[in-house]
């Protein structure tokens, strides 16, 4: 059975879909711009689709406090690194 593209691992160990949800919910974090429409998502926010897969009850519930406790926790660690080894 093939996995389906949203499934698949990154390098950085989350899932594409996971990964992407992480970047939209930093982009509208520190920018308050959207990468899309939250809702495509199946929830109604960016923060209530990251907070569908990390599973922690103590993380808060807003985009900026949210992305800046993950930060705090190391769910951005790879995450940046591979962008900053990025080759441009």
Do not use: W
Request: glycine content about 4%; hydrophobic content about 40%; aromatic content about 10%.
């Amino acid at each position: 059975m093939e996995l389906k593209l949203a499934d698949r691992m990154t390098s950085t160990g989350y899932t594409l879909q996971q990964f992407l949800l992480l970047q939209a919910l930093e982009r509208q974090a520190t920018t308050g711009r959207l990468m899309t429409n939250p809702r495509a998502t199946g929830f109604t926010s960016f923060a209530k689709a990251v907070l569908n897969f990390i599973d922690d009850k103590k993380a808060p519930k807003t985009c900026k406090n949210l992305y800046n406790y993950l930060v705090a926790n190391g769910y951005y660690i790879d995450i940046h690194a591979e962008r900053n080894n990025r080759k441009v």
